[in-house]
């Protein structure tokens, strides 16, 4: 089956950096687009960054110059590199892709910045 398994996530001061990993399974991973979710207490899930299979990405207004998504297909792995973080991108962040069996998800890993 579809397995997404996000890494990388911890404690970070303001100004700081985190790398984001998920590394994916049981799909022909090189020909699915892939994107990062966030989701902050209290608020809807939101959209944070996607790639397509070809390497065009795409990010959310909030994070658009800060974070850096990229794909390695030998290592069926998706990437979220984020800097100059802020307090407001505290959340769990989640891996995803889809296809016309459904949408799969990872379990997510915590993100917060805080001094």
């Known amino acids: 089956q579809v397995q997404l398994v996000e890494s990388g996530g911890g404690l970070v001061q303001p100004g700081g950096s985190l790398r984001l990993s998920c590394a994916a399974s049981?799909?022909?991973?090189?020909?699915?687009?892939m994107a990062w979710y966030r989701q902050a207490p209290g608020k809807l899930r939101e959209l944070v960054a996607v790639?397509?299979?070809?390497?065009?990405?795409n990010y959310a207004d909030s994070v658009k110059g800060r974070f850096t998504i990229s794909r390695d297909n030998a290592k069926n792995t998706v990437y979220l590199q984020m800097k100059s973080l802020k307090p407001e991108d505290t959340a769990v962040y989640y891996c995803?892709?889809?296809?016309?069996?459904?949408?799969?998800w990872g379990q997510g890993t915590q993100v917060t910045v805080s001094s």
């Open positions: 995803n892709t889809g296809d016309i069996r459904g949408d799969y």
């Open positions: 049981g799909i022909i991973f090189s020909v699915y687009a």
């Open positions: 790639i397509s299979s070809g390497g065009s990405t």
